[in-house]
């Protein structure tokens, strides 16, 4: 049986001349936290490219709903986030 765990996709985009030590250290302290997952990372069109798994805390609600929902409120800020459900065993 294959479960489905809810999380958020965020795609972030740090131009070159806008690179410093606070883009790389925050998302290394979510990392070490457990929220977030670097899912790929590369350099393109002068820039820094990093997509992030944002997971879904565990709690007793419906964390589809609460990916829905963060999701949503991301993109109300500008933020590229889509709510998705990954597959595992």
Known sequence: MIKREPCILLQWFQPDD??????GLLIENLRA????????????DDGMFILLEIRCPRGPYD?????DMNASRMRSFGLNAEASWKEIK
């Open 18 to 23: 806008q690179l410093g030590p606070n883009v």
């Open 33 to 44: 936290a457990g929220v977030v997952h670097v899912v790929k990372e590369s350099h393109k």
């Open 63 to 67: 964390m589809r709903n609460w990916a």
